[in-house]
């Protein structure tokens, strides 16, 4: 079957660094998305991940591993406007996003 | 450009009427999807579209139907609503398999009483 698996919750202070793990087993793969959403509003896309290795864009990076099917998100200089859930989502051999659950992302002062 | 608009942004349905949430983009996007969100999970695909006339069904197509007649227009159409169709839904398009980033509407907020 198709699987995506994140942590549900994650809390992280204002400042620091926090990384959002994601395993994915899917039929096929096309590639690795992240996307942020924020309470009540709709999902807006962060980065895309085909290749093995780290993408980097500005305080955000991603990182992929097709060998080990594991991707994570890395945020950098948190802040509270970060406070969000971040999708994963996998895109299968049909060229279809499967998502996972999302990670609820908690930022303190 | 207004990307992907939804309308309405909220309703209120009794078990067992119908109605159409509309969705409209303006980046001339050949691919749309519409999904629904229920709390603690993830998106699920209800019916995708590949371009006008032409439409497939999704994970959880059961309970909805579509129609795409311009490359602009998505409506979903919900007949004889049920509660467990109560959800949030967000329609997306994407230009096409290739250029696969899905942009995603503000969503519908449906409760069937």
């Known amino acids: 079957g198709q699987n995506i698996d994140q942590p549900t919750e994650m809390t992280a202070t204002e400042g620091a660094i926090v990384q959002i793990n994601c395993t994915y087993q899917?039929?096929?793969?096309?590639?690795l998305f992240w996307y942020q959403q924020h309470a009540g509003e709709a999902p807006t896309f962060l980065s895309y991940n085909v290749l093995d290795g780290l993408e980097e864009k500005g305080r955000f990076s991603s990182f992929l591993s097709r060998s080990k099917g594991y991707s994570y998100l890395l945020l950098k200089e948190l802040q509270m406007k970060d406070s969000a859930s971040y999708l994963c989502a996998s895109l299968d051999s049909n060229y279809q996003l499967i998502w996972g659950a999302g990670t609820k992302l908690i930022i303190k002062p | 450009n207004a990307g992907v608009t939804q309308t309405p942004k909220f309703r209120i349905l009794k078990i067992g009427q119908s109605m159409t949430l509309q969705c409209t983009q303006d980046m001339n996007h050949n691919y749309m999807y519409w999904y629904r969100q229920d709390p603690g999970m993830g998106l699920k695909l209800i019916y995708y579209s590949v371009g006008a006339g032409i439409t497939d069904k999704g994970e959880v197509p059961n309970g909805y139907n579509v129609s795409r007649s311009t490359t602009e227009d998505f409506p979903l159409r919900l007949e004889l609503a049920a509660p467990s169709q109560t959800s949030v839904y967000f329609c997306a398009s994407s230009y096409d398999e290739e250029g696969h980033t899905q942009y995603f509407g503000p969503g519908t907020r449906l409760t069937v009483l």
């Open positions: 899917t039929s096929g793969f096309n590639g």
